[in-house]
């Protein structure tokens, strides 16, 4: 079963024990982090209760979870482009990172899709699309191992801050769908 997968769960069993909004957020982002001890809890609920929605509306904060997903990807992208040109990588690195480029590309798109199926009351294909972007990084670190299994990845910080900012519109559309 695929990471995304496993995710969808987690949230769906907490979300449905959880009864409001605070202890939502505060119970997902606690299961999130023990699922990946990358993600620090603190991170999870900063950027669940700290960052200031741009409307009380739910819709409009999951929106802008994405669009600063959306911005992370695409910064990531222009950082893989300069990559491309640094003539200090060799040919199978390089290929890793063409790979990488087409994936966060791909997702990018993906992301938009996962817009449109939510403003139209899509929830179900919303989530599916964000979740299946969680595997973009996860895919993308992997393709840097090397066959003595080192991962030699130029994209680590990068892929590891796609992945945790990816958990919060997880986060919101699981409250979303709880409460709407």
């Given at each position: 079963?695929?990471?995304?997968?496993?995710?969808?769960?987690?949230?769906?069993?907490?979300?449905?024990?959880c009864s409001s909004v605070s202890n939502l957020v505060s119970e997902a982002c606690m299961e999130a982090s023990k699922f990946d001890q990358g993600l620090s809890y603190d991170f999870c609920v900063a950027h669940l209760f700290n960052w200031q929605p741009p409307s009380s509306n739910v819709e409009d904060y999951w929106v802008k979870s994405i669009q600063l997903l959306k911005s992370n990807g695409t910064n990531v992208l222009s950082f893989i482009s300069?990559?491309?040109?640094?003539?200090?990588?060799d040919e199978r690195t390089k290929d890793s990172l063409k790979g990488c480029f087409d994936s966060y590309k791909d997702t990018m798109s993906e992301l938009d899709a996962a817009v449109v199926a939510f403003k139209a009351k899509d929830l179900d294909t919303a989530g599916i699309k964000v979740s299946e972007s969680l595997d973009t990084p996860l895919i993308c670190q992997r393709s840097f191992n090397d066959p003595k299994g080192r991962n030699l990845s130029p994209l680590t910080s990068q892929n590891n801050a796609y992945f945790k900012l990816n958990v919060i519109p997880l986060v919101l559309i699981q409250i979303f769908t709880k409460h709407s």
């Open positions: 079963m695929k990471l995304s997968a496993y995710l969808i769960i987690i949230f769906s069993i907490f979300f449905s024990q300069k990559l491309l040109n640094d003539k200090r990588f």
